[in-house]
């Protein structure tokens, strides 16, 4: 059986401006395939030439079994797409917006479509004008998933969502897993797709520099660690806990780098008196600068770390 997304020596060049190199991929039917890298990295510029809204430079891109500059009509009728940045027609409500492309699909469920509304709290009679970015985002997921593709293709999904969209957003994407259906989801945010996909590609600067298991990307995962001591500061005992490295000390704050759970940290904590405890997830960027240094070009900054306080 066919991969349902391959690529082969995938490269897309823009003059003298890079844009993707080599790309080798494969999704299989039925998973969850993540697409990581900070902005810029080449995500989009893959998933466009993968559709045929671009033309590679060299290699190809089959979709379906199909390449995609062969028969794209054919390939667009099976997906649902959402791209990273996007406009739809200003005068027209989000409903309008809708059935305007529900019509394009030769019309959808109309009982599922109002359950999408209802789940993403649309307000369809509002203008899109009129909507801030994360509710056009909501309705561009809309109309990406209202007709039940086979395939559906998200570049940045969730950008403008706010935390409990995104929590509704997640459930969908295990939904069309459950129902078999395949989805391609380009993100630069580590816990997203730790979170939703099956296997997960990581391109970095036009190239792909790893393809592994969900489980296998959890090596990169790290915290930045900052204990605030009441008193003494116990340097050694926490050098000795699986997974922490790169530990300092100043006056009365430990500092580290945690790999993996949290926990024993978290443990070896609650002995002592602390001040404060902050726990912050770095940016991808932080994250594959330490992992594979800083390359030859430059690579944009992904998303804000996430930063708890206990």
């Avoid at 380009?186 to 520099?209: F, K, M, P, Q, Y």
């Amino acid at each position: 059986m066919p991969a349902v997304i391959q690529t082969e020596k995938l490269t897309k060049s823009y003059g003298s401006h890079r844009g993707i190199i080599d790309v080798d991929l494969e999704v299989q039917g039925g998973e969850v395939f993540g697409f990581l890298g900070p902005n810029g990295a080449g995500k989009t510029t893959t998933i466009r030439t993968a559709l045929d809204l671009i033309r590679p430079t060299s290699g190809r891109a089959l979709v379906f079994g199909i390449e995609s500059s062969a028969d794209p009509v054919s390939i667009h009728k099976r997906i649902g797409y959402i791209p990273g940045e996007f406009t739809l027609y200003d005068r027209l409500t989000g409903g309008q917006t809708l059935a305007y492309f529900a019509n394009l699909r030769g019309g959808v469920d109309k009982a599922y479509q109002q359950l999408l509304i209802d789940r993403f709290e649309i307000d369809p009679s509002r203008r899109f004008k009129e909507l801030s970015k994360g509710n056009k985002q909501k309705i561009g997921l809309v109309i990406a998933l209202q007709h039940r593709p086979e395939l559906l293709i998200l570049d940045e999904p969730t950008s403008g969502l706010d935390p409990l969209v995104q929590q509704s957003f997640y459930a969908l994407v295990r939904e069309a897993k459950a129902d078999g259906r395949t989805v391609f989801l380009s993100s630069h945010i580590l816990s997203e797709v730790e979170r939703t996909c099956d296997r997960v590609a990581i391109i970095r600067e036009g190239r792909l520099v790893k393809v592994d298991s969900v489980e296998g990307l959890r090596d990169l995962a790290h915290h930045q660690v900052e204990l605030r001591f009441a008193g003494e500061v116990p340097t050694a005992e926490f050098e000795a806990l699986p997974g922490v490295s790169e530990v300092s000390a100043t006056d009365h704050v430990l500092r580290m780098r945690v790999s993996g759970p949290i926990t024993p940290v978290v443990r070896a904590a609650s002995r002592y008196e602390l001040l404060d405890f902050v726990s912050r997830e770095p940016s991808l960027e932080e994250t594959f600068l330490a992992q594979y240094g800083h390359g030859e070009g430059h690579v944009h900054a992904g998303g804000a770390g996430e930063e708890v306080r206990e």
